[in-house]
């Protein structure tokens, strides 16, 4: 891959709060090696109902200082009351972050209401309500559409509406199908949503973690990868070097068909982006 397509890619990592201190040291390590990937931004995930509030704000605080590079909190709106989303949103201006991923996020378990808004387009309106255009923010949209969506064209408008409220760009949900993402994207097109696209990824590299994701979140695994999961059984070194073949062809075709960039969700392991981007080429 030439250098110059390298520069004129959006490139990110995505990690979740760490729960015990050593977790958190794990983490620094990850955050250290990944840092000379170069990428744009280091995002960090938001527990339902706030439930990490306190620590996403601390992780990307922490990465923020440690690699003087830009991190993205997330935010979700689920559960949350409108005092406490206007709290955390001028906390983090306060603080000095520019760039949100806003998400409608999952109801807590054992939650009665939903929270005071519904829908990340709300939150979207919110941020821009409270902060005008202080934040460059991040929304959610699904190549393999929303598992709860009526439909994909109602997807596609639930999309549309996250961009009229005032979204910058997108990272979508993972997946394994490189022509379902370039199908999105002609269907976004059509219908006026030219905002960046960006692809997330999920490297594969444990087929029990994988499986229970993608049941949960509604991404197709190929019945082709799937089957050579299962057939290495044990054999986890030879489980990770073809999830990551697997993995950096797609991004590569992605790339190769003008894809602005990657998001990679890294469950806080760097070796298998380090791999990825050996792969592709963009070790600088």
């Known amino acids: 891959m030439k250098r110059s397509l390298r520069d004129s890619l959006k490139l990110s990592f995505e990690f979740f709060p760490p729960r015990t ?22 995002s960090v995930t938001f527990g339902a109902g706030g439930s990490t509030r306190e620590k996403t704000f601390e992780t990307a605080m922490a990465i923020r200082d440690m690699t003087g590079m830009d991190a993205a909190p997330h935010l979700s709106c689920s559960g949350s009351s409108l005092a406490a ?48 255009d202080h934040f460059h923010i991040e929304v959610a949209c699904y190549p393999e559409f929303h598992p709860q969506a009526e439909s994909a064209e109602k997807d596609l408008e639930n999309f549309r509406r996250k961009v009229a409220a005032g979204a910058n760009s997108a990272i ?17 097109a059509a219908i006026g949503i030219d905002i960046p696209i960006i692809p997330g990824i999920m490297p594969i590299t444990n087929r029990t973690q994988l499986a229970r994701f993608s049941h949960a979140c509604g ?12 057939d290495f059984g044990d054999d986890m070194t030879a489980l990770r070097s ?43």
């Open 21 to 42: 201190v050593a977790a958190e040291k794990k983490l620094h390590g990850t955050v250290e090696r990944l840092k000379l990937l170069q990428p744009d931004y280091f």
């Open 85 to 132: 989303l206007k709290e955390v949103i001028q906390d983090y201006k306060n603080n000095g972050f520019d760039h949100l991923v806003a998400l409608r996020g999952d109801i807590p378990s054992g939650s009665v209401g939903g929270g005071a808004l519904r829908y990340a387009s709300e939150l979207v309106e919110l941020i821009r309500r409270e902060t005008g």
């Open 172 to 188: 979508t949900q993972y997946f394994y199908n490189a022509d379902a993402y370039f199908r999105f994207t002609e269907s976004c």
């Open 219 to 230: 991404a197709e695994i190929p019945r082709w990868i799937l089957q050579r999961l299962y």
């Open 242 to 284: 073809f999830g990551i073949d697997v993995t950096a062809k797609l991004c590569e075709r992605l790339l190769e068909a003008g894809a602005p960039g990657l998001h990679v969700y890294t469950m806080n392991q760097h070796a298998a982006s380090e791999a990825i981007w050996a792969e592709l080429g963009l070790l600088q």
